[in-house]
Structure formats: structure tokens, C-alpha cells
């Protein structure tokens, strides 16, 4: 495809996906309801659950995590202005669900809208991005070097440790964010007060002990399934990374964005989040129409398409191979 058509059918697929723009206000309303209704149905229902043996609240732990999964694709909804038309009730929405999420709403805006405006660019790597190396820059790293990024990109690190050391100390204390962003610090400590004084109510509502045999089951797994979905959604084996002279927003999009095919009731706990290339092409789209924006238009399709089972196999990709053009496994170094 020459660059001229290449940028005529951008234009028609932009133009598809702007159609599906704007937020319903009952559709948003009653997703939100339904939702936090959940939750709360699930987190008591744990709570009760404590007079019995406690595998029994592990496993009610998954669905309750499934709805903190889907009130942050709200929160990541009101971040990029799509979830309400009002951008004040997008805010003040977004700031409330990052007390229960435990992700500060003003620092998740900003540096997920970083994450939109480089995503696939190899020049601008680091803010709101999984640590992606290319083959060159991993042989250039010390051993101690080398050793740092394969326990960074370890599944036990990523999704084990990861999550706990995410939402318990990154997000309390974000060190790596600029001091001049000052909105972005002010959510971080007005989150982190709220979020003491709503542990300090449900300690003295439930107590201690049993809010933590509760909540951090809940924690950890809708932690471990956010990092994960965000892994899926860009490391895949053809995704697109380039340099920045050459790096292009749309096919980025399109490219470097999978589309992660997922049994109905799991789209509905994630929110249609693995339609990832639609949602890149346009933030402004609502969750709940990116499904509809999808199977109206088969051109949109037309995409990398991951299963549940061929997703696992990812796991193993840790290195951007400039050559070959694709994400490859550390095995290739030697090659």
C-alpha cells in the first residue's frame, strides 16, 4: 500500500470510529450503578463469608475483583473525557472511583494520555509503558543490568509483585513524577488522604483483620489482571515500534494495539478494553459502544486477534527485535 492510500483508508477508519463518540447518559448512569451495586454485593458477601472456611472468600475475591477491573475502565473512562459530556462530572467521578481503585485519578490522566500520545515510539519511551527494550540496548546493559530487566519482566515480578508494589507504594508515592506537575501531585495526596480515612472507617466498621483477609485478595487480583491486560494489549509478537521520525499515531493504533477476543462475560468485566486498536484510534469512544463500533464495520477487524490461550503464549516476548521488525523472547539474544 502506497503512503497515499495508506493515509485515505486512516481517514476512513477515523472518520468510522468518531461516529461513536458520544456518551449516553443512561447507558453511563446505569453502568456505574450496576457496577458499584456489585461490588458492594460481592465485598459484603466476602465479609460474610469469613465464618466459613476461607477458600470461600478467595474465590468470591475474583468476581469482586472483576468489578474493581470495571470501575477503573469508568475511572480510565472519565480520564479521557468519554464516560460523561461534562468534563467537571468526568472529573469529580473519575477523582472518587481513584479512591477505591487506589490510583490517584489526576496522575492516571496525565501519564495515560502520555501513553496514547508515544505508544509504538521507540524514541519516547517511559511514562504510562511497560519497560520495552529493544536487542541492541539489552546487549549493551551490564549483567547486573540484564538481570534487573528479566526479573522486571518476569510473570512472577510483573503480575505477582508488581501489582502489591503498584497500588501500595507507586501510586502513594510516584517518585518518578516531575515536581512541576503539580495538579497530578495534588490528586496523589488528596487520594492518598482519602484513601487513609476510608481504611481507618472500615477498621473501625469491620476491623482490621478482617477488612485485610477482605480487601487484599481483591487488591492483588484485579491488580494482577490490570497489569495484565495492559501487557496483552501492546507485547504481542507483530506489534508496531518505531523510530520517531518514522512513528505514525494511526498506525500505531491500528498496529501496535491488539484486539484480545475474550469470552463475552470477561469483555463485560473488562469493559471491551481488549478492543484496544479502537479505542487508541479514538479515546473518546465510551466502553460500552466500542463493541458495537466493532462488529458494525468489518474493515475495523481487520487487526491482530489474540485468544484467551494465545495470549499466554506472550509471556515469553521481552525484547523488540529492530531487524526482524517483532517482540521476540531473550532466547534470540545469542542468535
Same mark, same amino acid.
Given at each position: 500500500?502506497?503512503?497515499?492510500?495508506?493515509?485515505? =483508508?486512516?481517514?476512513?477508519?477515523?472518520?468510522?470510529?468518531?461516529?461513536?463518540?458520544?456518551? +449516553?447518559?443512561?447507558?453511563?448512569?446505569?453502568?456505574?450503578?450496576? =457496577?458499584?451495586?456489585?461490588?458492594?454485593?460481592? *465485598?459484603?458477601?466476602?465479609?460474610? +463469608?469469613? /465464618?466459613?472456611?476461607?477458600?470461600?472468600?478467595?474465590?468470591?475475591?475474583?468476581?469482586?475483583?472483576?468489578?474493581?477491573?470495571?470501575?477503573?475502565?469508568?475511572?480510565?473512562? %472519565?480520564?479521557?473525557?468519554?464516560?460523561?459530556? +461534562?468534563?467537571?462530572? %468526568?472529573?469529580?467521578?473519575?477523582?472518587?472511583?481513584?479512591?477505591? &481503585?487506589?490510583?490517584?485519578?489526576?496522575?492516571?490522566?496525565?501519564?495515560?494520555?502520555? !501513553? !496514547?500520545? &508515544?505508544?509504538?515510539?521507540?524514541?519516547?519511551?517511559?511514562?504510562?509503558?511497560?519497560?520495552?527494550? &529493544?536487542?541492541? $540496548?539489552?546487549?549493551?546493559?551490564?549483567?547486573? /543490568?540484564?538481570?534487573?530487566?528479566?526479573?522486571?519482566?518476569?510473570?512472577?515480578?510483573?503480575?505477582?509483585?508488581?501489582?502489591?508494589?503498584?497500588?501500595?507504594?507507586?501510586?502513594?508515592?510516584?517518585?518518578?513524577?516531575?515536581?512541576?506537575?503539580?495538579? $497530578?501531585?495534588?490528586?496523589?495526596?488528596?487520594?492518598?488522604v482519602a484513601v487513609l480515612l476510608l481504611f481507618l472507617l472500615m477498621w473501625q466498621?469491620?476491623?482490621?483483620?478482617?477488612?485485610?483477609? #477482605?480487601?487484599?485478595?481483591? @487488591? *492483588?487480583?484485579?491488580?494482577?489482571?490490570? #497489569?495484565?491486560?495492559?501487557?496483552?494489549?501492546?507485547?504481542?509478537?507483530?506489534?508496531? *515500534?518505531?523510530?520517531?521520525?518514522?512513528?505514525?499515531?494511526?498506525?500505531?493504533?491500528?498496529?501496535?494495539?491488539?484486539?484480545?477476543?475474550?469470552?463475552? @462475560?470477561?469483555?463485560?468485566? =473488562?469493559?471491551?478494553?481488549?478492543?484496544?486498536?479502537?479505542h487508541h484510534l479514538s479515546s473518546k469512544i465510551p466502553n460500552y459502544r466500542l463493541?458495537?463500533?466493532?462488529?458494525?464495520?468489518? $474493515?475495523?477487524?481487520?487487526? &491482530?486477534?489474540?485468544?484467551? *490461550? $494465545? +495470549?499466554?503464549?506472550?509471556?515469553?516476548?521481552?525484547?523488540?527485535?529492530?531487524?526482524?521488525?517483532?517482540? #521476540?523472547?531473550?532466547?534470540?539474544?545469542?542468535?
Amino acid at each position: 500500500m502506497n503512503r497515499t492510500s495508506q493515509k485515505s =483508508t486512516t481517514a476512513n477508519l477515523v472518520n468510522i470510529v468518531r461516529r461513536y463518540e458520544k456518551p +449516553s447518559l443512561i447507558k453511563s448512569f446505569w453502568q456505574l450503578t450496576n =457496577t458499584l451495586a456489585l461490588f458492594i454485593i460481592f *465485598w459484603l458477601l466476602m465479609l460474610y +463469608s469469613l /465464618g466459613f472456611p476461607y477458600w470461600i472468600t478467595l474465590l468470591l475475591a475474583i468476581p469482586t475483583a472483576g468489578m474493581v477491573v470495571r470501575l477503573f475502565i469508568i475511572q480510565h473512562d %472519565c480520564g479521557h473525557g468519554s464516560f460523561f459530556r +461534562s468534563k467537571k462530572a %468526568c472529573n469529580t467521578l473519575g477523582f472518587a472511583l481513584g479512591v477505591l &481503585t487506589l490510583y490517584p485519578f489526576g496522575y492516571w490522566r496525565k501519564t495515560h494520555a502520555i !501513553h !496514547h500520545a &508515544t505508544s509504538g515510539d521507540l524514541g519516547r519511551r517511559g511514562f504510562g509503558a511497560l519497560e520495552t527494550l &529493544t536487542i541492541e $540496548e539489552y546487549r549493551k546493559r551490564s549483567k547486573i /543490568g540484564r538481570l534487573l530487566y528479566r526479573l522486571y519482566r518476569n510473570p512472577f515480578v510483573l503480575f505477582g509483585i508488581g501489582p502489591l508494589y503498584q497500588f501500595a507504594i507507586k501510586t502513594r508515592l510516584p517518585l518518578d513524577l516531575p515536581r512541576s506537575w503539580k495538579r $497530578e501531585w495534588k490528586s496523589v495526596w488528596q487520594t492518598n488522604v482519602a484513601v487513609l480515612l476510608l481504611f481507618l472507617l472500615m477498621w473501625q466498621a469491620v476491623g482490621l483483620d478482617r477488612f485485610l483477609l #477482605v480487601h487484599l485478595p481483591v @487488591v *492483588w487480583l484485579s491488580g494482577a489482571v490490570g #497489569v495484565w491486560l495492559f501487557y496483552i494489549q501492546h507485547q504481542f509478537e507483530d506489534t508496531y *515500534w518505531e523510530e520517531s521520525e518514522n512513528w505514525d499515531y494511526h498506525r500505531a493504533a491500528f498496529e501496535g494495539s491488539s484486539y484480545y477476543d475474550l469470552p463475552a @462475560v470477561l469483555h463485560w468485566f =473488562t469493559g471491551n478494553i481488549g478492543i484496544h486498536h479502537l479505542h487508541h484510534l479514538s479515546s473518546k469512544i465510551p466502553n460500552y459502544r466500542l463493541l458495537e463500533c466493532f462488529y458494525n464495520h468489518p $474493515e475495523l477487524r481487520q487487526v &491482530t486477534r489474540l485468544t484467551l *490461550w $494465545e +495470549s499466554l503464549k506472550c509471556i515469553r516476548l521481552k525484547l523488540w527485535d529492530t531487524q526482524q521488525r517483532k517482540l #521476540v523472547g531473550l532466547t534470540q539474544v545469542n542468535r
